[in-house]
């Protein structure tokens, strides 16, 4: 898979959030994109997913338009700002919902995701009484869960124990092995060091490739 973002621009009325932006993500490597927020990071990343159409410029994935045909790319799951579930279900049930949409999961791959993410313990605790972690654990769990080509996170270890950002960041290095593409912000340096194979900078619209040591 290669998805190449070629001179990409994005305005809403007067107010320009994205300025020429090239970028090319391919199979088997993380990508982190660090800036502070407001800094164009999550509507970036709503364009790649398709949320958003660009006001100049193209995405491609393997040389395909992503807006010519406004199609949301189909092995791509993403996390983009707050999570949202239904209050009155489980997390267990919310996943399960989800899950119902295209059949191609067991309940077994939905507790695995589960694990994964250390929510096994209140997997049937109302998502209502879930704390910010929690939820942005949640959150996390419906982007694996199906084993998707693509992973889109939006500042994914927001509200995370330490325990479980290190159990997540060995996950995404296993899952790049195996040829996944990974798209992670963040405004916290110490993430980028850990795992990014390249990391680009977003600055009031602008982005360019930045090494941290």
Do not use: W
Request: glycine residues 6%; aromatic residues 10%; hydrophobic residues 35%.
């Amino acid at each position: 898979m290669k998805i190449e973002i070629n001179n990409l621009s994005k305005s809403f009325k007067n107010n320009v959030v994205l300025s020429n932006v090239n970028m090319i993500f391919e199979s088997g490597k993380i990508y982190e994109l660090y800036g502070r927020n407001g800094s164009g990071k999550s509507v970036f990343l709503k364009l790649l997913c398709g949320f958003y159409v660009p006001t100049t410029g193209n995405i491609l994935f393997n040389g395909v338009d992503l807006n010519s045909k406004l199609n949301y790319p189909k092995n791509l799951r993403a996390l983009i700002e707050k999570p949202s579930f239904f209050p009155d279900l489980t997390g267990f049930q919310n996943l399960k919902l989800l899950a119902q949409i295209q059949n191609k999961i067991t309940d077994d791959e939905i507790s695995k995701a589960l694990d994964i993410v250390n929510l096994t313990d209140e997997k049937d605790k109302k998502y209502s009484k879930y704390s910010l972690g929690m939820k942005q654990k949640l959150g996390i769990a419906q982007v694996i869960m199906e084993n998707p080509e693509i992973m889109v996170l939006d500042e994914a270890f927001n509200g995370i124990e330490q325990k479980t950002v290190e159990k997540l960041i060995n996950y995404f290095k296993k899952e790049k092995e195996k040829g996944k593409i990974i798209v992670i912000s963040t405004h916290i340096k110490e993430d980028l060091i850990q795992m990014a194979d390249k990391i680009y900078y977003f600055d009031s619209g602008n982005v360019c490739e930045k090494e941290f040591k």
